[in-house]
């Protein structure tokens, strides 16, 4: 996974990384992720770029094709925190169940834009494709944690 950061506060940053696909016949993917106090703003999507130019890669995407928000639940309760679509379509809510799982785990607010055509998603490979993301976001976000010395579980 290559990786490039950009941003000058120690706020907020903005960084991209590329997702190999697992498997050849699926696409790359890029991811965007903007770091902000307690929440990440995370943008998902296939992609052509090739990994030296994966901040491109969400300049060609759609931020509002399928996007969510969801918070972590209270401290001391188990389960998710509330959630909600902030922009779907009738094609794709895959965003709503990965945010939740997202901010479950990282105990942070989570948006989330998935940006995988249609086609993609009513394929069998859709859910690898989907797996790949989540694994993807997951490694990034830890990787972040440990970059700014935040714990992360």
């Known amino acids: ?8 506060s120690s706020l907020i ?3 991209s990384k590329y997702v190999a696909p697992s498997d050849p016949s699926l696409p790359a993917l ?7 106090v307690g929440s990440y703003m995370i943008w998902v999507g296939v992609t052509n770029q090739p990994p030296e130019s994966v901040q491109n890669a969400a300049l060609s995407g ?3 094709k399928d996007w969510a928000c ?3 639940a209270p401290p001391g309760h188990a389960g998710f925190g509330p959630a909600t679509s902030l922009f779907r379509s009738s094609s794709s809510d895959v965003s709503f169940s ?3 799982r997202l901010a479950r785990r990282f105990h942070r607010q989570i948006f989330l834009s998935v940006d995988v055509p249609a086609t993609l998603l009513s394929t069998r490979q859709g859910s690898n494709l989907l797996f790949d993301a989540e ?3 997951v490694a ?3 990787s972040l944690g440990d970059e700014h010395g935040q714990e992360v579980s």
């Open 135 to 137: 694994k993807g976001i």
């Open 1 to 8: 996974m290559a990786a490039t950061s950009q941003g000058s």
């Open 70 to 72: 969801a918070m972590p």
């Open 62 to 64: 759609m931020l509002c």
């Open 30 to 36: 890029a991811l965007q992720i903007t770091s902000l």
């Open 13 to 15: 940053s903005v960084t």
């Open 98 to 100: 990965m945010a939740q």
């Open 140 to 142: 990034a976000l830890n």
